[in-house]
């Protein structure tokens, strides 16, 4: 497996219904700033709403029915360093609007993460499932970033490539397997330069940041409202670096932190998803009648990955490779509702039915039962690789594996394979690590037993910013809001009243 496709922060969109917090209802601040209809320097012409009340089709299970849905698409510049010569990028949003809205504070930007998350299909799921006292004051507006989803979409691998990256051995010993992943991945990176050529800096997060800056003038906001989760903390911390007097309100919940080496983010991610696996391991001996692999579950998924090796299971015209065990370990640890699921899988894999460990590993990858995959890691790699300008090389990845694989055992030997990256075509356009100087305060969330973005990012993070005040969930999962009353109270209260909440606020799982 190229683990570059887990190193971004990718959360599967495991979307969970929120417990709604008591009722705020308060006056909106005034918001003071550029002319709502300019950013960067250039006219914006305002975004052109249409119905579109069967875009919840796929996403939800019926039609909502106290939610109305409108869509636009607002064209950017492809390269905002020249903007009136580069052609443009199309970029889609939805509007979510509570039929019982009152009282309007604006419009509420939000970003799944990845990169590679479509912002555009969470804006949609968030648009109902967000508590209700956002829902009544705040319009839901979901993007897709470019090059995602529906956003002037990359769209560089094959079905079948990623059938063959997924189900690779994720953690290579032999110089044999070693060299299938470096060739795999050279192929995926190449087929990505051989489609975008020079374009591919172009999809990077700076780039996408600029963008955020003229959805929110094509919306009429003279200030940013954002909620971001997981790599959409780093494109909110971007933005107020480059537009800090244009934020309002900023959430970073799954906080990255953008001081890091990609090869310190991997190690680190790769500690975080081993601690992960820890406290799932512990919750499998603590609740035995829960857990039916028993109370050793780390031996054995370590054994079905071993096993997976050489023997694997077959079903539903589908082998159940050591890369799709391991895939759907990485996918169950987003969130702790998915760790009976795990167990289970894992016990129906000892028991030769594969169905359950499939799709866990699909939920992930975003593989639909008929073999076909969305834009997800294309897009993922693109921003990633655009990003990074200092990662490992494939023989120094090489060396890497092998020591993190002592410090991680698990993990650590998979993470350490950014090898897509490696060999990357495209130029590098690295995004700006500094103070948002000028900048409202911003809310940083982090979760102590986060896997993908560790709990010590969130911190880093709102130091880095300097205008940012942490909160930490004692919990377990990516991403923190709104899973609990105390999360939920402390977000509302910013979000609508612009209450800050006090500097070291520590909510309890």
Known sequence: ??????????????FTTPTSGRPLHAPSAQASGPPANQSGGLEIPPASWTPCPDVYKGILASPPQT????????????????????????????????????????????????????????GVYRSVFLPAEILRRFDVIGFDPRGIGRSSPVKCFSDADLDQNFGLDPDPVSDEGYQQTVTLTRKLAQSCGDKYGDKLPLFSTEQAARDMDALRASVGERQLTYLGYSYGTLLGAVYAQLFPKNVRALV????????????????????????????????????????????????????????ARTAPVQGNGRTATAGWVFTAVVSSLYSESSWRTLAQAMQDLRNGKPAKMFQLADLYAERDPSGHYTNMFDANSAVNCADSDNVPTVEQSRALQSQWRQKYPLFGGALALNLICAQWPGKHDPYPTGPATGSAPIVVIGTIGDPATPYEQAPALAKMLGVGTLVTWKGEGHTAYPQTGCIIDAVNRYLIDLKVPPAGTTCEK
Not at 261 to 267: D, F, I, L, N, R
Not at 294 to 303: C, H, I, S
């Open 67 to 122: 939610t109305q849905f409108s869509c636009a698409t607002v064209k950017v510049p492809q390269d905002w360093a020249h903007p009136k010569d580069s052609g443009t990028f199309d970029i889609a949003l939805v509007r979510g609007r509570s039929t019982s809205q009152r009282d309007r504070v604006g419009s509420l930007f939000i970003n799944p993460g990845g990169p590679g998350g479509s912002g555009f299909d969470y």
């Open 252 to 307: 970073l919940d799954g906080a990255v932190d953008p001081t890091l080496s990609a090869q310190t983010a991997a190690e680190k991610q790769a500690g975080g998803f081993e601690l992960a696996f820890k406290n799932f391991s512990t919750w499998c001996s603590s609740t035995p009648n829960d857990c039916p692999i028993g109370p050793d579950a780390r031996a054995v998924v370590m054994k079905a990955i071993a096993d």
């Open 1 to 14: 497996m190229a683990a570059v496709l887990l190193a971004g922060c990718t959360s599967p969109p495991q």
